[in-house]
Structures are given as structure tokens and as C-alpha cells.
T-cell receptor
Framework: KQEVTQIPAALSVPEGENLVLNCSFTDSAIYNLQWFRQDPGKGLTSLLL?????REQTSGRLNASLDKSSGRSTLYIAASQPGDSATYLC??????????FGTGTRLTVIP | GAGVSQSPSNKVTEKGKDVELRCDPI?????LYWYRQRLGQGLEFLIYFQGNSAPDKSGLPSDRFSAERTGESVSTLTIQRTQQEDSAVYLCASSSNPLGSYNEQFFGPGTRLTVL
């Protein structure tokens, strides 16, 4: 069974710092990988989706990379802001209905 | 455009009561998913609907859980005889392209269920 791990579980940084969140998965046979942010009471917001044939995706200050063969993905956040404070989840898709989530990294950006 | 909506946002119930949770997917999305997130844990898949195909119920934890979907629109998740371990946030997601690498799931805000 696919297992998804996110490190660190929690991260606290001062405003303006660049940071990297890590995600690893055990089975490289994936269709895609998604990064989400979760805010209390607001469900999940999709940030980036990387298809299995892609290496990275960028959206604004966010950049996600995928190394499928080694089972790793990183989410890079540039020039962090207090509004970036949230829990970040990665999830890998192995079938139409098989989306496996990590337990997330709780990010706090200190003003 | 409108995203995935869920109601109610919060539900408090007594042990043994039945509850019904609602999900309105994004219009035109053929695939709909239900997940559960217990406190401090990751998301667990519950059930998947795709068009008029038979739903994949493999994630439902017990026969107290059931779900229905009307065509490609609203879905309801029903939990009968609720137990305290059913307390969780129930999330619904929809997708326009569930097959292959273009499957991007969009989530609703969730329903927080508390069973006393």
C-alpha cells in the first residue's frame, strides 16, 4: 500500500524566509502528485498538481518538484508571508479513486 | 465560479442518532469523492462516484455508513447510529477528469461532525 510521509511535521519561520517542505512516497507508480493547503474550517485548497511525466510546476511564489523514481517531492515557498501559515498536504494519485495523503506540515510564518 | 460546497459546516449529535451530510460538487464534474479526517490524522478515502457507474465503496468503515449521488450532482453521506469514533471532519471533493494524470480534485470546506 502506498505510504506518504511529510517532513517536518511542523515548521516555524520568520517572515521573508524561503522554505522547503518535503514529501516522500513509497510506490513510484503514480499518476500525479498534488500539493494542498488546509486552513481551519476551510477545507483543502489545491495549490499545484504535477503530472507523473513532469518535473516541476510553479505558481507565483510556489514551486513544486517531483522526482518520481526516488519517490520525493518538494514544495518551495519563496519570501514567506504570515498569510502562508497553514497546514500543507501532499497527496499522490495511483488510480481514479486512490488519492493517498500525507499527514501534513503545519507552517507558521512569524511577522 | 462556484466551488464545492458542503452542509452543514458543523454538526453536533448524540451517540446513536443518524446524521446526513450534503455535498454539492462543481457543476459538470463527473467524479465525486468523500473523505474523512480524524483529529491529527490524514485523510481517509470513504467512497467514490463516477458518472452512472457503480460507486466504489471500499473505504466505508462499516455498514453504518452509506452514500448516494443523484446523477452528476448532489451527494449525501449518511451515518446511522453514530458512535463517538465517527467524530471527524468529512470532506467532499469533485473532479472533471478522474482518469489518469489530469485528475485534479477540488475540495469543499468540510463538515465537522461531533458525536457526544
Amino acid at each position: 500500500k502506498q505510504e506518504v510521509t511529510q517532513i517536518p511535521a511542523a515548521l516555524s519561520v520568520p517572515e521573508g524566509e524561503n522554505l522547503v517542505l518535503n514529501c516522500s512516497f513509497t510506490d513510484s507508480a503514480i499518476y500525479n502528485l498534488q500539493w494542498f493547503r488546509q486552513d481551519p474550517g476551510k477545507g483543502l485548497t489545491s495549490l499545484l498538481l504535477i503530472q507523473s511525466s513532469q518535473r516541476e510546476q510553479t505558481s507565483g511564489r510556489l514551486n513544486a518538484s517531483l522526482d518520481k523514481s526516488s519517490g520525493r517531492s518538494t514544495l518551495y515557498i519563496a519570501a514567506s508571508q504570515p498569510g502562508d501559515s497553514a497546514t500543507y498536504l501532499c497527496a499522490v494519485l495511483t488510480g481514479a479513486n486512490n488519492l493517498f495523503f500525507g499527514t501534513g506540515t503545519r507552517l507558521t510564518v512569524i511577522p | 465560479g462556484a466551488g464545492v460546497s458542503q452542509s452543514p459546516s458543523n454538526k453536533v449529535t448524540e451517540k446513536g442518532k443518524d446524521v446526513e451530510l450534503r455535498c454539492d460538487p462543481i457543476s459538470g464534474h463527473t467524479a465525486l469523492y468523500w473523505y474523512r479526517q480524524r483529529l491529527g490524522q490524514g485523510l481517509e478515502f470513504l467512497i467514490y462516484f463516477q458518472g452512472n457507474s457503480a460507486p466504489d465503496k471500499s473505504g466505508l468503515p462499516s455498514d453504518r455508513f452509506s452514500a448516494e449521488r443523484t446523477g452528476e450532482s448532489v451527494s449525501t453521506l449518511t451515518i446511522q447510529r453514530t458512535q463517538q469514533e465517527d467524530s471527524a471532519v468529512y470532506l467532499c471533493a469533485s473532479s472533471s477528469n478522474p482518469l489518469g494524470s489530469y485528475n485534479e480534485q477540488f475540495f469543499g470546506p468540510g463538515t465537522r461532525l461531533t458525536v457526544l
